[in-house]
């Protein structure tokens, strides 16, 4: 953060990750710029962070798998004289189960959300990023760009492209000073949805759990220090090396075991 009117930018602001990232650089004296779908947890966490935090705060609600909706972010930050310096993409979601029984409309909203979302928010904002020569991006991905998850085909597939994509961008513009990192959760107790995909793991789901405020901590700290991939938890962290030495073929069959449950 270099001048006053610097922004730290989080899509999917209102909910889970995103939320506590915003109260997270709050804290940190950063002023936040809060994305996330018109709802009034949006807006109530703007109130919050306003009341609680000496920093500056603003919200737009906005459907960021519009084709315009960078767009109309960007011209937002410009009208309003908000200059970004960290751009979190985190809005993202995904759905658990045969393949063939999710509608294929609920697959491409799911590419256009984690991934097309991301691509375009980056390329409206990567040219000033780079002309002030500081800044941070951080696109938050998932343990499973490591682990593919059958029974989530999709949603893995659009979390190993932010990992692919944030790695070799990260190399493209670094020496500009802009810094990409990627966060890589393991399961976070965010929403209902994931409390039952938790559940149906039974305990041993428990060891690697986190809480959306632990990620978050740790994912700001991180960031600001230039990390390029980020796996918060000692016990994911672990997993995440371990499974490296174990062929494909064989952990591939013991995932499909374990997430037969999602079918
Ligand atoms: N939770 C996990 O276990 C876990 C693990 C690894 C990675 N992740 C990743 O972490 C990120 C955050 O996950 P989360 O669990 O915190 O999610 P969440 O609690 O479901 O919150 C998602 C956020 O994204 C916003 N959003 C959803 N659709 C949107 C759209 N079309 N346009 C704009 N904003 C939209 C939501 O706004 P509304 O509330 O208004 O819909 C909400 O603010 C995602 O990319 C997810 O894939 C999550």
């Not at 915003?22 to 709802?39: D, F, G, M, P, Q």
């Not at 000496?54 to 908000?82: E, H, P, R, S």
Request: charged share 20%; aromatic share 10%; hydrophobic share 40%.
């Amino acid at each position: 953060m270099n001048s006053k009117n610097d922004y730290a930018l989080i899509t999917g602001a209102s909910l889970g990750i995103g939320r506590e990232i915003a109260r997270e650089l709050s804290r940190r004296n950063i002023n936040t710029l809060l994305v996330a779908l018109e709802a009034p947890e949006l807006y109530e966490l703007k109130q919050e962070i306003s009341d609680s935090y000496n920093t500056k705060v603003d919200a737009i609600g906005v459907d960021l798998t519009d084709a315009n909706a960078a767009q109309v972010v960007f011209d937002w930050c410009n009208d309003k004289n908000y200059n970004i310096s960290i751009l979190i993409n985190n809005a993202g979601f995904g759905d658990g189960g045969r393949f063939e029984d999710i509608p294929l409309e609920r697959y491409f909203k799911m590419i256009d959300l984690n991934n097309k979302a991301y691509i375009a928010m980056i390329h409206k904002f990567l040219p000033k990023l780079k002309n002030q020569g500081y800044g941070h991006i951080m696109n938050t991905s998932s343990m499973e760009a490591y682990i593919p998850l059958p029974y989530k085909a999709v949603y893995t597939g659009t979390k190993n492209f932010v990992y692919a994509y944030s790695l070799s961008l990260n190399e493209e513009v670094r020496h500009h000073g802009v810094k990409v990192s990627i966060l890589c959760p393991g399961p976070v107790l965010t929403n209902e949805g994931g409390l039952k995909r938790i559940q149906s793991q039974g305990g041993k789901a428990n060891l690697i759990v986190m809480m959306p405020d632990k990620v978050a901590k740790i994912a700001v700290k991180n960031m600001l220090k230039g990390m390029m991939v980020i796996n918060p938890g000692k016990m994911n962290w672990w997993i995440i090396k371990l499974v490296k030495f174990i062929p494909t073929r064989v952990k591939m069959a013991i995932l499909e075991k374990m997430f037969r449950v999602y079918k």
